[in-house]
């Protein structure tokens, strides 16, 4: 018996919780899920993972956004025997800082997201969305959107309702945005009533709703980056790009152009149902989850169970110098630091300290 233990974020309205929720459900016989198992996946942002069992393996699966591993991630690297990317744009970031990196996909529940009746629509529909309005490119499908001018076209736009960077003045011009929460169906639904999904985004970690939409049979435009050119060629449309600054980010991420993803959007508006012909959502099966988990197998120890586990913490405490002598007030706690000396700080310390600009590279 292979023994395993994957844990990470529950919540399925998030891409980690959906992550965990594929893998979980795709156990393969032979694997018995455990808590003391001696292998174990964290599958969520690395640096929150502060407890193990004593002789564990572990194994961080984990993604970002843009081409500069934030120093949090680096710094927490270490505290893992192997770390697991779900696009090969982020094996090969992340291969800079860890000597152990494994490239796994993630997959689509074709169970589930799968083509649906749907009712033709008397006017042709755009759809986008996305958590992050920059991010997901949702700026640049407007302006494509808007430059077209298009006689019987809506664009339908799935902002998350806790985003903050989502500008209200998007709305008007055949635009509406839908800041609501859905559940699972609803939202399937809700993309089911697309005659064509748009995703520019400028950066991903995989792209779990466009591969959703290809597996509907929706006709669905992409970007090829990071994380989406794993599946660029199940697309009905494609577009690129030059790079720009991500602000949020750090360092630099795509940026689709606009005036290309505003020809692949006209060529889907007026070819239409030759278009929606060549929507295969049988092409989808290759990122199912089964195969995603057998991938995942293939790059992890067998694991054995362990014999009276003890659990330890992981100190995720950050070492660093800072750039000059001061005393701030971080939280509850009145800190001193002095010029090029070196101290052992918590995550969030060590980020506030780098957003003020005082640490040394």
């Given at each position: 018996?292979?023994?395993?233990?994957?844990?990470?974020?529950?919540?399925?309205?998030?891409?980690?919780?959906?992550?965990?929720?594929?893998?979980?459900?795709?156990?393969p016989v032979g694997v018995a899920f455990n808590p003391n198992a001696s292998v174990c996946v964290y599958m969520n942002p690395p640096h929150i993972n502060e407890t193990r069992k004593v002789g564990q393996y572990r194994a961080a699966f984990t993604m970002w956004e843009s081409d500069k591993v934030p120093d949090r991630f680096i710094h927490c690297f270490s505290k893992y025997d192997q770390i697991i990317a779900p696009c090969q744009h982020n094996a090969d970031l992340f291969s800079k800082h860890h000597s152990n990196v494994s490239y796994v996909p993630l997959g689509v529940d074709t169970s589930y997201w799968k083509p649906i009746k749907r009712e033709a629509n008397s006017t042709f529909r755009f759809h986008a969305g996305g958590s992050g309005?920059?991010?997901?490119?949702?700026?640049?499908?407007?302006?494509?959107f808007r430059?077209?001018?298009?006689?019987?076209?809506?664009?339908?736009?799935?902002?998350?309702?806790?985003?903050?960077?989502?500008?209200?003045?998007?709305?008007?011009?055949n635009i509406y945005l839908?800041?609501?929460?859905?559940?699972?169906?609803?939202?399937?639904?809700?993309?089911?009533q697309a005659d064509c999904f748009v995703a520019p985004s400028?950066?991903?970690?995989?792209?779990?709703?466009?591969?959703?939409?290809?597996?509907?049979?929706?006709p669905t435009i992409i970007s090829d980056t990071s994380g989406q050119a794993q599946f660029a060629h199940l697309a009905t449309g494609v577009i690129s790009g030059g790079k720009s600054v991500s602000k949020n980010f750090g360092g630099t991420w795509d940026e689709p152009s606009v005036t290309q993803l505003a020809e692949v959007m006209l060529d889907h508006y007026h070819n239409d149902q030759s278009v929606k012909a060549i929507a295969n959502a049988k092409l989808a099966t290759e990122f199912s989850w089964a195969n995603a988990?057998?991938?995942?197998?293939?790059?992890?120890?067998?694991?054995?169970?362990?014999?009276?586990?003890?659990?330890?913490n992981i100190d995720m405490s950050v070492m660093c110098r800072v750039n000059k002598t001061f005393v701030a007030d971080i939280g509850k706690n009145r800190l001193s630091f002095d010029k090029g000396q070196e101290y052992a700080v918590s995550e969030d310390v060590f980020r506030i300290l780098s957003e003020a600009g005082h640490l040394l590279r």
């Open positions: 018996m292979n023994y395993q233990s994957w844990i990470g974020v529950a919540d399925k309205n998030l891409g980690y919780g959906v992550m965990l929720d594929g893998f979980l459900k795709t156990k309005w920059q991010r997901k490119g949702l700026d640049i499908v407007v302006k494509a430059q077209l001018k298009l006689p019987n076209a809506e664009l339908h736009i799935k902002a998350a309702k806790h985003a903050k960077d989502t500008p209200e003045d998007a709305r008007g011009d839908h800041r609501q929460w859905m559940t699972q169906d609803e939202m399937r639904t809700w993309l089911n400028r950066g991903e970690g995989f792209g779990l709703i466009p591969l959703q939409t290809i597996a509907l049979g929706i988990t057998s991938k995942l197998l293939e790059v992890l120890p067998v694991g054995k169970l362990l014999v009276d586990p003890v659990e330890e």
